[in-house]
């Protein structure tokens, strides 16, 4: 890893962590939609980072959210099945001619539709592991399902917004 590269995910990682735990706690739908804008810096990195270190990186950021918001490990749970299925998904999600390593997961270089049903699959598992691990039952399995399914649209539409809004490169013909 060059300097560059570690210093751009360092900041990547204090901005999302930090708007996480400063705002983001209190922008909730109906108490039902909850965004978790902290897994974007996990969702953004680099596709050739290597399994132990982007499951390293997820447990430490989970576990950063988790000291804050007093959650136990839920958020550090949910954060390392999000970086252990990422790379499955990524094969899932192979483009016909292949990844470059230094390629990221965003839109401008992976495209829209790649883009989407890479968050909308990983968000939407990290997001069923939070609530279900926050739940530990299956006694309010529609309301947790609701809450699953409200914050994943909501997550995935500020990741979207984000990409917009600060990431920036060449459109991707994908």
């Known amino acids: 890893m060059n300097r560059k590269f570690g210093f751009i995910n360092i900041v990547q990682f204090v901005l999302f962590v930090s708007f996480q735990i400063l705002f983001m706690d209190s922008l909730i739908l109906y108490s039902t939609a909850f965004c978790f804008i902290y ?5 953004f990195l680099p596709l050739g980072i290597s399994r132990v270190w982007i499951l390293l990186l997820g447990f430490i950021t989970g576990f950063t959210v988790d000291v804050f918001y007093d959650t136990m490990g839920i958020h550090a749970a949910a954060s390392v099945l999000l970086t252990y299925l990422r790379p499955h998904i990524l094969n899932l999600l192979t483009p016909r001619d292949g990844y470059d390593t230094s390629d990221t997961a965003t839109i401008y270089a992976m495209g829209w539709r790649w883009f989407l049903a890479y968050a909308v699959i990983l968000i939407l598992m990290h997001h069923a592991a939070v609530f279900f691990l926050e739940v530990i039952s299956f006694r309010d399995v529609w309301y947790t399902l609701l809450k699953i399914v409200t ?23 994908r």
């Open 151 to 173: 914050s994943t649209i909501y997550t995935c539409l500020v990741m979207v917004i984000i990409q917009l809004l600060f990431f920036s490169g060449k459109r991707a013909n």
């Open 39 to 43: 897994v974007g810096f996990l969702l």
